[in-house]
C-alpha cells in the first residue's frame, strides 16, 4: 500500500514539473528561465526580455521550447527596433515641423514684403503718370 501511494506522489509530482506549476518553486531551471523572460516581455521590460531569451536559448538551445523562446525573442525584438524607429520618427517629424513653421514665417515676410513692393509700384506709376500730364 505505502509503495502504491509513493507512486502516486511521484506521478503528480512528475505533472506538476510539466503543468501548471511549471513556473512555480517546482519548476526545471529551464523552465524558469523562460517564464522570466515572458514576464520580461509582458511587463514591457523589451531589453531585459531579449537579454533573458538569449540566455535561455544559449543554455537550452536544443530544449523543446527552444522554438518559441525563439519566436518570443524575435517578436520582442521586432518591437523595440519598432519603438526605436518611431521614435527616431516622432523625432524627425518634429525636426520638420519646427522647419516648416520657420519655412511659413518667411513666406509670411515674403508676402509682406511683396505687398509694400506693390504698393511702392502702384505710388510710382501714378507719380509718373503725374509727371506725363506735366509734360
Do not use: H
Not at 27 to 37: D, N, T
Not at 51 to 73: G, W
Not at 108 to 116: D, G, I, K, L, M
Amino acid at each position: 500500500m505505502r509503495g502504491a501511494w509513493l507512486a502516486v506522489a511521484s506521478a503528480l509530482l512528475a505533472g506538476c514539473a510539466t503543468g501548471p506549476f511549471a513556473t512555480g518553486p517546482f519548476a526545471s531551471p529551464s523552465a524558469q528561465m523562460l517564464a522570466k523572460a515572458d514576464r520580461f516581455a509582458a511587463d514591457g521590460d523589451y531589453r531585459s526580455a531579449v537579454t533573458a531569451y538569449d540566455a535561455y536559448l544559449a543554455d537550452y538551445a536544443d530544449s523543446s521550447n527552444a522554438p518559441r523562446a525563439r519566436a518570443s525573442r524575435d517578436a520582442v525584438a521586432s518591437v523595440l527596433t519598432t519603438r526605436e524607429e518611431l521614435g527616431r520618427l516622432q523625432q524627425e517629424l518634429a525636426r520638420v515641423r519646427e522647419e516648416l513653421t520657420k519655412r511659413e514665417g518667411d513666406l509670411t515676410r515674403v508676402r509682406q514684403e511683396a505687398e509694400r513692393l506693390r504698393a511702392d509700384l502702384e505710388r510710382l506709376k501714378q507719380i509718373d503718370l503725374q509727371l506725363e500730364k506735366r509734360k
